[in-house]
Protein backbone atom coordinates (compact mmCIF):
# COMPACT_ATOMS: atom_id res chain seq x y z
CA UNK A 1 0.00 0.00 0.00
CA UNK A 2 1.22 3.36 1.02
CA UNK A 3 4.75 2.39 0.67
CA UNK A 4 7.18 5.38 0.96
CA UNK A 5 10.40 3.02 2.23
CA UNK A 6 12.74 4.42 -0.36
CA UNK A 7 12.44 7.68 1.69
CA UNK A 8 15.99 8.33 2.40
CA UNK A 9 17.58 11.96 3.45
CA UNK A 10 17.58 13.71 0.16
CA UNK A 11 13.90 13.47 -0.19
CA UNK A 12 13.15 14.39 3.17
CA UNK A 13 10.25 16.77 3.31
CA UNK A 14 10.81 19.82 5.77
CA UNK A 15 9.49 19.13 9.34
CA UNK A 16 6.14 20.02 9.57
CA UNK A 17 4.71 22.51 12.84
CA UNK A 18 6.57 22.19 16.33
CA UNK A 19 4.82 19.74 18.45
CA UNK A 20 6.71 19.77 21.48
CA UNK A 21 8.97 22.16 23.36
CA UNK A 22 10.84 21.66 26.52
CA UNK A 23 12.65 24.78 28.39
CA UNK A 24 14.30 24.36 31.04
CA UNK A 25 13.06 20.89 31.92
CA UNK A 26 15.28 19.45 35.37
CA UNK A 27 14.42 16.21 37.39
CA UNK A 28 15.87 15.29 40.43
CA UNK A 29 15.50 12.23 42.28
CA UNK A 30 16.46 13.22 45.97
CA UNK A 31 19.96 14.27 45.69
CA UNK A 32 20.38 12.51 42.18
CA UNK A 33 20.22 14.84 39.23
CA UNK A 34 18.75 12.88 36.60
CA UNK A 35 17.72 15.74 33.96
CA UNK A 36 19.54 19.46 34.39
CA UNK A 37 17.66 22.59 32.27
CA UNK A 38 17.03 20.12 29.22
CA UNK A 39 15.90 21.84 25.92
CA UNK A 40 14.28 20.05 23.38
CA UNK A 41 11.98 20.73 20.36
CA UNK A 42 10.06 18.24 18.26
CA UNK A 43 8.36 18.73 14.85
CA UNK A 44 5.66 17.05 13.36
CA UNK A 45 7.19 14.71 10.29
CA UNK A 46 10.51 14.34 12.15
CA UNK A 47 12.42 12.05 13.60
CA UNK A 48 14.42 13.33 16.84
CA UNK A 49 17.14 10.29 17.72
CA UNK A 50 17.91 11.01 21.77
CA UNK A 51 21.41 9.24 22.11
CA UNK A 52 24.07 9.46 25.52
CA UNK A 53 26.08 7.28 27.33
CA UNK A 54 24.13 4.63 30.29
CA UNK A 55 23.08 7.30 33.24
CA UNK A 56 22.42 10.07 30.77
CA UNK A 57 18.93 10.70 31.55
CA UNK A 58 17.26 9.63 28.21
CA UNK A 59 14.69 6.74 29.77
CA UNK A 60 14.08 9.75 32.58
CA UNK A 61 13.40 12.16 29.79
CA UNK A 62 11.03 9.39 28.00
CA UNK A 63 9.42 8.87 31.02
CA UNK A 64 8.71 12.45 32.06
CA UNK A 65 6.96 12.92 28.50
CA UNK A 66 5.18 9.81 28.99
CA UNK A 67 3.83 10.94 32.55
CA UNK A 68 5.82 8.16 34.78
CA UNK A 69 8.11 11.11 36.28
CA UNK A 70 7.04 14.82 37.16
CA UNK A 71 9.92 17.16 36.32
CA UNK A 72 11.25 19.26 39.43
CA UNK A 73 10.93 22.24 37.14
CA UNK A 74 10.88 23.34 33.82
CA UNK A 75 7.91 23.85 30.94
CA UNK A 76 6.61 21.44 28.54
CA UNK A 77 4.82 23.03 25.79
CA UNK A 78 2.32 20.49 23.60
CA UNK A 79 0.88 21.87 20.57
CA UNK A 80 1.32 25.37 21.49
CA UNK A 81 -0.53 25.17 25.32
CA UNK A 82 1.47 24.67 28.32
CA UNK A 83 0.62 20.82 29.54
CA UNK A 84 1.35 19.10 32.90
CA UNK A 85 1.62 15.34 32.54
CA UNK A 86 0.46 14.02 35.68
CA UNK A 87 -0.02 10.97 35.02
CA UNK A 88 0.57 8.26 31.30
CA UNK A 89 -3.39 8.94 31.00
CA UNK A 90 -2.94 12.55 30.74
CA UNK A 91 0.06 12.11 28.21
CA UNK A 92 -1.48 9.63 26.14
CA UNK A 93 -5.14 11.80 25.89
CA UNK A 94 -3.00 14.27 24.69
CA UNK A 95 -1.03 12.55 21.84
CA UNK A 96 1.90 11.33 23.45
CA UNK A 97 2.19 7.76 23.06
CA UNK A 98 5.32 5.49 24.16
CA UNK A 99 6.58 2.32 23.37
CA UNK A 100 9.04 1.11 26.16
CA UNK A 101 11.63 -1.36 25.74
CA UNK A 102 10.42 -4.28 27.17
CA UNK A 103 7.00 -3.86 25.05
CA UNK A 104 4.50 -5.11 27.56
CA UNK A 105 2.73 -7.18 24.83
CA UNK A 106 0.95 -10.40 26.22
CA UNK A 107 2.76 -13.27 24.75
CA UNK A 108 -0.25 -15.62 24.89
CA UNK A 109 -3.04 -13.68 22.94
CA UNK A 110 -2.94 -12.88 19.08
CA UNK A 111 -2.05 -9.53 17.46
CA UNK A 112 -5.69 -8.24 17.51
CA UNK A 113 -5.82 -8.32 21.04
CA UNK A 114 -2.73 -7.19 22.18
CA UNK A 115 -3.24 -4.03 19.97
CA UNK A 116 -6.15 -3.00 21.38
CA UNK A 117 -5.58 -4.51 24.58
CA UNK A 118 -7.27 -2.50 27.02
CA UNK A 119 -9.12 -0.37 24.48
CA UNK A 120 -11.40 -2.60 22.99
CA UNK A 121 -13.79 -1.78 21.01
CA UNK A 122 -17.02 -2.78 22.90
CA UNK A 123 -15.82 -3.67 26.42
CA UNK A 124 -18.80 -5.16 27.09
CA UNK A 125 -19.68 -7.32 23.83
CA UNK A 126 -16.14 -7.27 21.60
CA UNK A 127 -16.21 -6.21 18.38
CA UNK A 128 -14.17 -9.12 17.18
CA UNK A 129 -14.77 -8.48 13.63
CA UNK A 130 -13.97 -4.55 13.46
CA UNK A 131 -11.17 -5.13 16.00
CA UNK A 132 -9.88 -7.46 13.15
CA UNK A 133 -10.07 -4.98 10.65
CA UNK A 134 -8.49 -2.22 11.74
CA UNK A 135 -5.43 -3.54 12.98
CA UNK A 136 -5.51 -5.49 9.87
CA UNK A 137 -5.48 -1.99 8.30
CA UNK A 138 -3.21 -0.42 10.92
CA UNK A 139 -1.14 -2.91 9.98
CA UNK A 140 -1.11 -2.98 6.17
CA UNK A 141 -0.96 1.14 6.29
CA UNK A 142 2.56 0.65 8.21
CA UNK A 143 3.25 -2.21 5.00
CA UNK A 144 4.12 -4.61 8.12
CA UNK A 145 4.53 -7.73 7.46
CA UNK A 146 2.83 -10.01 9.98
CA UNK A 147 1.45 -13.42 8.74
CA UNK A 148 -1.78 -13.34 10.26
CA UNK A 149 -3.44 -11.05 12.81
CA UNK A 150 -4.95 -13.74 14.49
CA UNK A 151 -0.98 -15.15 15.61
CA UNK A 152 -0.02 -15.70 19.22
CA UNK A 153 2.62 -12.56 19.58
CA UNK A 154 4.61 -15.96 21.30
CA UNK A 155 4.62 -17.06 17.55
CA UNK A 156 6.28 -13.68 16.31
CA UNK A 157 10.12 -12.67 16.20
CA UNK A 158 11.18 -9.50 17.68
CA UNK A 159 11.22 -7.17 14.82
CA UNK A 160 7.49 -8.13 14.45
CA UNK A 161 6.77 -7.89 18.08
CA UNK A 162 7.96 -4.19 17.94
CA UNK A 163 5.90 -3.99 14.94
CA UNK A 164 2.91 -4.73 16.40
CA UNK A 165 3.70 -2.51 19.31
CA UNK A 166 4.73 0.48 17.26
CA UNK A 167 1.23 -0.45 15.91
CA UNK A 168 -0.88 -0.10 19.33
CA UNK A 169 0.88 2.93 19.87
CA UNK A 170 -0.59 4.18 16.53
CA UNK A 171 -3.93 3.36 17.83
CA UNK A 172 -5.34 6.36 19.49
CA UNK A 173 -3.69 8.37 15.85
CA UNK A 174 -0.69 10.43 18.75
CA UNK A 175 0.91 13.31 17.39
CA UNK A 176 4.20 12.51 19.48
CA UNK A 177 5.37 8.55 19.71
CA UNK A 178 8.25 7.72 21.69
CA UNK A 179 10.52 4.30 20.89
CA UNK A 180 12.87 3.35 23.98
CA UNK A 181 15.36 1.37 21.89
CA UNK A 182 13.43 0.04 19.11
CA UNK A 183 16.24 -2.06 17.66
CA UNK A 184 18.17 -3.13 20.63
CA UNK A 185 17.22 -6.55 20.34
CA UNK A 186 16.84 -7.20 16.61
CA UNK A 187 19.35 -8.49 13.79
CA UNK A 188 19.82 -7.22 10.95
CA UNK A 189 17.16 -7.88 8.91
CA UNK A 190 14.77 -7.11 10.84
CA UNK A 191 16.59 -4.18 12.05
CA UNK A 192 16.24 -2.72 8.59
CA UNK A 193 12.26 -3.55 8.64
CA UNK A 194 11.90 -1.62 12.36
CA UNK A 195 13.53 1.90 10.89
CA UNK A 196 11.47 1.30 7.50
CA UNK A 197 8.85 1.30 9.89
CA UNK A 198 9.32 4.47 11.81
CA UNK A 199 10.25 6.44 8.34
CA UNK A 200 6.73 5.06 7.53
CA UNK A 201 5.39 6.64 10.57
CA UNK A 202 7.32 9.79 10.12
CA UNK A 203 5.92 10.13 6.79
CA UNK A 204 2.27 9.79 8.11
CA UNK A 205 3.17 13.26 9.95
CA UNK A 206 3.83 12.04 13.31
CA UNK A 207 6.79 13.22 15.83
CA UNK A 208 9.29 10.48 16.81
CA UNK A 209 11.42 10.63 19.62
CA UNK A 210 13.79 7.58 19.66
CA UNK A 211 15.97 6.46 21.32
CA UNK A 212 19.16 3.96 20.65
CA UNK A 213 22.70 3.30 21.11
CA UNK A 214 23.32 2.19 17.84
CA UNK A 215 24.93 5.08 15.26
CA UNK A 216 24.33 3.66 12.47
CA UNK A 217 20.43 2.81 13.14
CA UNK A 218 20.22 6.41 14.48
CA UNK A 219 21.79 7.85 11.27
CA UNK A 220 19.73 5.82 9.12
CA UNK A 221 16.28 7.15 10.19
CA UNK A 222 17.43 10.73 12.34
CA UNK A 223 16.07 14.22 10.91
CA UNK A 224 18.56 15.54 14.00
CA UNK A 225 20.25 13.81 16.84
CA UNK A 226 20.16 15.24 20.27
CA UNK A 227 22.73 14.51 22.33
CA UNK A 228 21.97 14.25 26.09
CA UNK A 229 25.32 14.07 28.89
CA UNK A 230 25.64 13.64 32.30
CA UNK A 231 21.70 14.67 31.93
CA UNK A 232 22.59 18.06 30.25
CA UNK A 233 21.95 18.65 26.85
CA UNK A 234 25.14 18.14 24.56
CA UNK A 235 25.10 18.99 21.33
CA UNK A 236 22.38 18.70 18.33
CA UNK A 237 23.64 17.04 15.13
CA UNK A 238 22.50 15.48 11.90
CA UNK A 239 22.68 12.13 10.30
CA UNK A 240 25.87 13.55 8.10
CA UNK A 241 27.82 14.71 11.39
CA UNK A 242 30.81 12.46 11.72
CA UNK A 243 31.19 9.58 13.89
CA UNK A 244 34.20 10.98 15.67
CA UNK A 245 31.80 14.66 16.68
CA UNK A 246 28.86 12.53 17.85
CA UNK A 247 30.95 10.09 19.81
CA UNK A 248 32.92 12.91 21.38
CA UNK A 249 29.65 14.50 22.38
CA UNK A 250 28.50 11.57 23.98
CA UNK A 251 31.05 10.66 26.12
CA UNK A 252 32.51 14.25 26.85
CA UNK A 253 36.28 12.78 25.56
CA UNK A 254 38.44 15.09 23.66
CA UNK A 255 40.39 12.07 23.45
CA UNK A 256 38.76 9.76 20.81
CA UNK A 257 39.96 8.16 17.66
CA UNK A 258 40.49 10.96 15.24
CA UNK A 259 42.91 12.27 18.03
CA UNK A 260 44.87 8.80 18.69
CA UNK A 261 45.05 8.49 15.60
CA UNK A 262 46.99 11.85 14.88
CA UNK A 263 48.59 11.69 18.24
CA UNK A 264 50.24 8.03 17.32
CA UNK A 265 51.33 9.58 13.52
CA UNK A 266 52.82 12.59 15.52
CA UNK A 267 54.63 10.06 17.59
CA UNK A 268 55.57 8.25 14.13
CA UNK A 269 56.77 10.81 12.63
CA UNK A 270 58.66 11.82 15.88
CA UNK A 271 60.39 8.72 16.16
N1 LIG B 1 13.69 6.26 39.82
C1 LIG B 1 14.94 6.71 40.00
N2 LIG B 1 15.42 6.96 41.24
C2 LIG B 1 16.66 7.45 41.42
N3 LIG B 1 17.54 7.67 40.43
C3 LIG B 1 17.14 7.44 39.17
C4 LIG B 1 15.82 6.94 38.88
N4 LIG B 1 15.71 6.81 37.54
C5 LIG B 1 16.88 7.20 37.02
N5 LIG B 1 17.75 7.57 38.00
C6 LIG B 1 19.11 8.07 37.79
O1 LIG B 1 19.06 9.10 36.82
C7 LIG B 1 20.17 9.03 35.94
C8 LIG B 1 19.70 8.91 34.51
O2 LIG B 1 19.14 7.60 34.30
P1 LIG B 1 18.39 7.16 32.99
O3 LIG B 1 17.80 5.82 33.24
O4 LIG B 1 17.47 8.23 32.55
O5 LIG B 1 19.59 7.05 31.96
P2 LIG B 1 19.61 6.48 30.47
O6 LIG B 1 20.21 7.57 29.63
O7 LIG B 1 18.28 5.99 30.09
O8 LIG B 1 20.67 5.29 30.58
P3 LIG B 1 20.68 3.84 29.86
O9 LIG B 1 21.31 4.08 28.52
O10 LIG B 1 21.56 3.06 30.76
O11 LIG B 1 19.28 3.33 29.78
C9 LIG B 1 21.01 7.86 36.42
O12 LIG B 1 22.01 8.39 37.26
C10 LIG B 1 20.03 7.03 37.20
O13 LIG B 1 20.68 6.30 38.21
MG1 LIG C 1 17.53 4.09 29.61
Known sequence: MNDNSSTNSSTRSEPGELVLSLRGVSKHFGAVSALTDIELDVHAGEVVALVGDNGAGKSTLVKVLAGVHQPSTGTITFRDQTVTLSDPGAALDLGIATVFQDLALCENLDVVANIYLGRELNPLRLDEVAMEVRAWTLLNELSARIPSVRDVVASLSGGQRQTVAIARSLLLDPKLIMLDEPTAALG??????????????????????MISHNMEDVRAVADRIVVLRLGRNNGVFYPDSSNEELIAAITGATENAVSRRADRRQAEQGA
Open 188 to 209: VAQTAEVLNLIERVRDRGHAVI
